[in-house]
């Protein structure tokens, strides 16, 4: 069984940093490209970023709202993906999810297996 | 970034159904969309994805379709446990990016 378990969420106040993980089981981690979205409460799905598998570089993109401050990272030997929030702000408030992606056969990546989540809040 | 613009922003449907939700986007995405459904307090669940393969365990009353630049989802007999938030979102390009959502409720 595939699962996805984040954690190192919690209340943060502006402009510091907070570091989540994301464990990972059930399948071969190395092999695939993880993503991060978010919710901010009441609020629809937003992409944080993304990061390749080794095999295909490894490297990752960001969303706009993100480059900069936040940072993914990958850790195969211990099936752990990143996420490094610095300078947050209080519009980062949001449920954080990480995501196992897929690469299909045309070449799309498409995030299938999704993590319960954790709660960042961050305060003024 | 590509906008998605999904309609309606809410449904009320009964049981039984057919429920079609659309989603545009602002530029070509060939067929690189994917289907999303979302309980309240739960993470989402990918439903349809590359515009109509159907992700395995999701039942058959779910299907997707592609014209040109617009998407639909298609519930094709309601159930009861088919309530809840659909959203699509690209990944042709970066930044991905999602639909408003579409809330589906009695």
């Known amino acids: 069984e595939v699962l996805l378990v984040e954690s190192g969420g919690g209340l943060v106040q502006s402009g510091r940093s907070l570091r989540l993980s994301c464990t990972a089981s059930?399948?071969?981690?190395?092999?695939?490209?993880m993503s991060w979205f978010r919710q901010a409460p009441g609020k629809g799905l937003e992409w944080v970023g993304f990061?390749?598998?080794?095999?295909?570089?490894?490297?990752?993109e960001y969303a706009a709202s993100v480059k900069g401050r936040f940072t993914i990272s990958r850790d195969d030997s211990k099936s752990i993906a990143y996420l490094q929030m610095n300078s947050v702000k209080t519009a980062d408030t949001a449920v954080y999810f990480c995501?196992?992606?897929?690469?299909?056969?045309?070449?799309?990546?498409?995030?299938?297996?999704w993590g319960q989540g954790t709660l960042v809040t961050v305060s003024s | 970034d590509i906008q998605l613009t999904q309609s309606p922003s809410f449904q009320s449907a009964s049981v039984g159904d057919r429920v079609t939700i659309t989603c545009r986007a602002s530029?070509?995405?060939?067929?690189?969309l994917a289907w999303y459904q979302q309980k309240p307090g739960k993470a989402p669940k990918l439903l349809i994805y590359?515009?109509?393969t159907l992700q395995s365990g999701v039942p058959s009353r779910f299907s997707g379709s592609r014209s040109g630049t617009e998407f639909t989802l298609t519930i094709s007999s309601l159930q009861p446990e088919d309530f809840a938030t659909y959203y699509c979102?690209?990944?042709?390009?970066?930044?991905?990016?999602f639909g408003q959502g579409t809330k589906v409720d009695i």
């Open positions: 530029q070509g995405i060939s067929s690189y």
């Open positions: 059930g399948f071969t981690f190395g092999d695939d490209a």
């Open positions: 590359a515009a109509s």
């Open positions: 990061i390749r598998s080794k095999g295909f570089g490894g490297t990752p």
């Open positions: 995501t196992r992606v897929f690469l299909d056969d045309s070449g799309g990546y498409y995030p299938f297996d």
């Open positions: 979102q690209q990944v042709d390009s970066y930044p991905w990016t």
